[in-house]
């Protein structure tokens, strides 16, 4: 049985066109060549599925073509980050390594500086708070980028918070008629939660339409659910602006058992795309943010730092509404 030969570098340059040289110079990031060149040889290099051989790299560059992800511990989205993180190390000819690091900030930041003084890595990448006054005196260590995603207890901030989208919900469904309105909030702990709660009151207010208030301050779908139960009798038409799909799920089963009608008495977005949300009935107007793609961009700064080369402009949102079944003809 012939086994079959794993593509080179040789047949990467075949594939587009180009010199060996250039094959080099697009994997490394290295040597004077144009954008559309190395995205044109990444390209040939990821359709025959060639793989840069790191060792026999390290072994006659002296580069470990290894790259550290120093983050907490978390759950799905943190895991699509470091899917995302990953893929894009991969398209630049590196291997990534996770680095989980728990305690403090000053904690975190000492095991860091230990793993950058290794000079194992070519370069590290930070999810989560550090002392940056710290790092900046560790000038000779390994490159350190930091593009904080989380907080201490692994919860979403900076982009990854961004709660613009509830302003677009709210105008749309005021366009279709809604005047009347209720947030059902997240906890306060969370910052995506104080920020979506701060983007609805604004809203609101801008639009001149009647806020019932916040309701809620949890997560749990029962929270939703026990909100709607406690509204009046005369409340619909109303529109609900829940935090996320859990809440939103709950005001379904709410609305249900009040025999309120979903869409009509009352329209109902989430956010978050989990997955049940497009099977429930009605299915559920929702926010997706890609965090596969957040953390492709993290370590396209890091990558970029390390050939030298200007911060890459990130191209359009992380965020997207999906619009279904639960606001009617608002979309």
Known sequence: MTETRP???????????VSQATVSYALTGKGAISQATRDRVL??????GYRPNLAARSMRTRRSGRLALVTGVGADNHMRMLGGAGEAAAEAGYAMETHCLEGTAEDRTARLLE????????????????????????????????????DDQMHSVGDLADASLIDDFITALAAAGYRRFVHLAGSDKWASARSRRAVYLAAVERLGVESLGVLGGDWPAETGRRAVLSLPEG??????IAANDILAAGVLRGAAERGWSVPGDLVVTGWDNYEFGGYTTPSLTTVDLDFREAG???????????????APDPTGSLQRIVWRESTGAAA
Do not use: K, N, Y
Not at 123 to 147: C, H, R, Y
Not at 296 to 310: D, H, V
């Open 43 to 48: 390209q040939a290099a990821e359709t025959i």
């Open 115 to 150: 793993l950058a003084a290794g000079r194992q890595f070519e370069g590290i990448l930070a999810f989560i708070p550090v002392v940056a006054e710290a790092l900046a005196t560790a000038s000779d260590s390994t490159p350190v980028v930091t593009a904080t995603a989380f």
């Open 296 to 310: 492709r961009r993290a370590m396209r700064l890091l990558t970029a730092a390390l050939r030298g080369e200007p």
């Open 235 to 240: 409340t619909p038409p109303l529109a609900v």
């Open 7 to 17: 593509p080179t570098s040789h047949d990467v340059a075949r594939a587009a066109g």
